[in-house]
């Protein structure tokens, strides 16, 4: 039975913690709701009114620059009534939008007043409404008159009343915008205080966050003290034997102390170090007889395994050339040695690029891409890319097994055949009842088999089918050697050879594609003599080409014995 006391420490720890977050939580949404209502304040408010105010100023001063250009255009001769007209009519709307700006403002303030009520801003809001009343009720009705006069003298054209009254309306403008500036410079005064009411609340909501802050810390501290005193021990085992997992020693369980829920986990936790470390010996028991990828899925989807699925798969053969004769004269430990150390040579290319060894057939390798092991798009190129990497380390290979067998050099040359095809597979485990093999089945198994078989028709090194090199066609460089029949086909197929990587072939391989692809067209439309002379333009780049060799072999065969009607030009394996 599980005893309680870390979760209920622990849920005191929480509800402590919840209750002081709450506490914080409420105290700052109502400070920051007075903030609110402040910043809406300074915002819809006060900004609003000083900047009527501050546009009321622009205003009058537009206003007298449409009266000089009034007072202008009347004196200047000749003079324009309709352009008169026009400046009046300016000189008007300046007036109005004068009023408009100054009753908006004194509509904010008289809001304000109504909101704030008897307090001591609503009290300075008053003394500022009352003083802009009386400077639109007065010095704003005596500039008015004046104007009037102007405007009437005016029209009697005498330059000097003229000039007097001018005077007169600059300075009781003057004074109007006095009034305004220090209506205003009070309504900035206001604005500020009211922003520096804010800035403190905002630093009060701060100041108690904080405490509280610090407050749940200490208690924080002071509970995980108490539950760590119990806790830490058992936890810092757990966490060695994790250390000690991770590194790989799985012969190490955890000691249980406690009858807690850590007591309980460190019990799961050395079943799982005991589950682990039987997994890890199977794997390493079968991961020397099956790839490791294939233990695994075994393991985890044992069902699916044995079910069997079809699957569009890549597989390769790969058979050493004239090794039977070769190890008939080699002792049981030379062959041994010679055959761990081509099988682990060649192996390697076909893991690096994700491919599963399904088995070692004598001196034969046959290995398969596709899902899951490798992306079904990819299957095809990367076969391809092992392939080439193999015939790259033959040269190798071969300088290393004349000092395995303690001899000069190896009775044959050593070389090495490969075949390749991509098609529909059955995959699963096959087998019986007493034993299971995990492997692949099908057509393009067999025709892979038979590609590196007819490596020896053709002297060629590696054999494709056509599925394969449309998968592997951004990778490699080919050429189309024949189409032909494999024993129990009835339907020919093309055939083709990996000549090297995507554009690193030479000059000289380039011809003797360019040759060889002309002969095998002249060839399939029986124009022997035509036919020859491409097939031995490419014997002239390359004297060893294995395919020239053969087909100028085949038409002296054929010249000699024509195919009857219906010849499609493709090639009976089983003839040869």
């Given amino acids: 039975m599980i005893r309680l006391s870390i979760r209920r420490k622990i849920m005191g720890i929480a509800v402590a913690l919840i209750v002081l977050m709450a506490v914080t939580a409420m105290l700052s949404m109502v400070t920051v ?105 007065e010095s704003r009705r005596h500039l008015n008159d004046e104007i009037e006069r ?14 007097d009254g001018l005077v007169r309306v600059d300075a009781l403008r003057d004074e109007l915008n006095q009034k305004l500036d220090a209506i205003r410079a009070d309504m900035l005064a206001l604005l500020r205080t009211e922003a520096e009411l804010t800035t403190r609340k905002e630093h ?13 810390t200490i208690l924080g501290l002071v509970f995980s003290i108490l539950v760590s005193a119990g806790v830490t021990r058992p936890v810092r085992r757990l966490l060695e034997g994790a250390r000690a997992v991770e590194a790989g020693r799985l012969d190490e369980p955890v000691a249980v102390t406690s009858q807690d829920e850590i007591g309980h986990l460190t019990t799961a936790f050395n079943r799982m170090i005991e589950q682990l470390r039987l997994k890890e010996r199977i794997r390493e028991t079968f991961g020397k007889y099956i790839d490791p990828r294939v233990v695994e899925g075994l393991i ?66 046959m290995a398969y891409w596709g899902p899951p092991f490798a992306d079904d798009a990819e299957q095809a190129r990367l076969a391809s890319l092992a392939a080439l990497d193999m015939l790259a380390l033959v040269p190798q290979l071969r300088a290393e097994l004349p000092e395995l067998l303690g001899v000069r050099t190896l009775p044959n040359t050593f070389d090495i055949r490969i075949g390749i095809a991509t098609g529909e597979v059955l995959v699963g485990s096959i087998g019986s009842e007493v034993m299971m093999n995990y492997t692949v089945m099908g057509d393009a198994v067999n025709l892979a088999s038979r590609l590196e078989g007819a490596n020896k028709v053709y002297g060629c090194r590696i054999l494709v089918s056509e599925a394969t090199v449309a998968g592997a066609a951004s990778a490699v460089e080919v050429r189309e050697i024949d189409r032909i029949v494999t024993w129990g086909q009835s339907q020919p197929q093309a055939v083709f050879q990996i000549m090297g990587r995507k554009g690193e072939l030479t000059a000289v391989q380039t011809i003797l594609r360019d040759r060889f692809a002309e002969g095998l067209a002249a060839y399939r439309a ?13 014997l002239a780049a390359v004297p060893d080409d294995g395919p020239s060799m053969t087909f100028i072999k085949r038409i002296d065969s054929l010249i000699a014995a024509p195919p009857g009607e219906g010849w499609d030009g493709s090639w009976h394996l089983e003839q040869k």
């Fill in 300 to 365: 985890d989807r044992p069902a699916l395994a044995a079910e069997g699925q079809r699957r569009v798969m890549t597989v390769l053969f790969c058979d050493v050339k004239g090794f039977t004769s070769t190890s008939e004269r080699m002792t049981p430990q030379g062959l041994v040695k010679v055959m761990n150390r081509y099988f682990s040579t060649m192996s390697a290319p076909i893991r690096h690029h994700q491919g599963v060894i399904d088995k070692y057939i004598g001196d034969a390798i």
């Fill in 150 to 163: 102007l405007l009437r003298v005016l029209d009697a054209g005498d330059a000097k009343a003229i000039d």
């Fill in 33 to 137: 709701m007075q903030v609110s209502d402040h910043l809406e304040e300074l915002t819809q408010s006060y900004v609003p009114a000083y900047g009527n105010l501050a546009r009321a100023n622009i205003r009058s001063a537009e206003r007298a620059l449409a009266l000089r250009r009034m007072i202008i255009e009347k004196i200047r001769p000749p003079s324009g009534d309709s352009q008169f007209a026009a400046l009046r009519s300016a000189f008007d709307a300046k007036g109005a939008e004068f009023d408009r700006e100054v009753r908006a403002a004194q509509a904010v303030i008289r809001a304000l007043i109504e909101k704030r009520g008897t307090s001591g801003d609503a009290t300075a809001l008053v003394r500022l409404d009352s003083r802009l009343d009386g400077a639109i009720n």
């Fill in 526 to 538: 029986q124009r022997w003599d035509e036919a020859r002379r491409a097939f031995e333009a490419a």
């Fill in 204 to 216: 009060q909501v701060l100041l108690i966050a904080a405490a509280l802050t610090v407050l749940a």
